[in-house]
């Protein structure tokens, strides 16, 4: 199978050696995403859940350049810098994914990019 790039403008670039996403065949790996604002580069302002909301932004924008949308994530992987931030996390992921949702894991880490608070990276498959 041949292995494709998605990269898109509406998304951070990426800040190392990695592309934004890659598909191969009918799957999708979004590499992880932080709280940057694709403009400025910069981590967006505001509160935890602004955060949150900004990094599902930046996966929808590089799911929708691979032809794709959230409702396509079968994967999703969160990580934290503080695990009291879990049930906010439920709570806005509820505003971008409906029924049956992606499986996913949450995990602690002791630090992320740029110092940021969340990170989350997705697999996601489209139809033919």
């Known amino acids: 199978m041949t292995k ?11 800040i190392g050696t990695y592309s934004q996403a890659v598909r191969v065949g009918n799957t999708v ?3 992880g995403q932080i709280p940057l604002v694709p403009d400025t580069m910069a981590l967006v ?8 909301r900004r990094v599902f ?9 691979a032809n794709g949308s959230l409702s396509d994530v079968v994967k999703l992987n969160v990580f ?11 709570q806005v992921m509820a505003e971008y994914f409906e029924e049956p949702y992606p499986a996913r894991a949450a995990v602690g880490v002791a630090a992320l990019p740029k110092g940021a608070r969340v990170e989350m990276d997705a697999i996601m498959v489209l139809g033919d």
């Open 80 to 90: 934290l810098t503080d695990l009291a931030h879990f049930p906010l996390v439920n």
């Open 4 to 14: 494709s790039i998605i990269k898109t403008d509406q998304a951070p670039e990426a």
């Open 57 to 65: 932004e930046n996966l929808r924008a590089v799911a929708r350049a």
């Open 45 to 52: 302002s505001g509160d935890m859940a602004a955060e949150i």
């Open 29 to 31: 790996y979004l590499s």
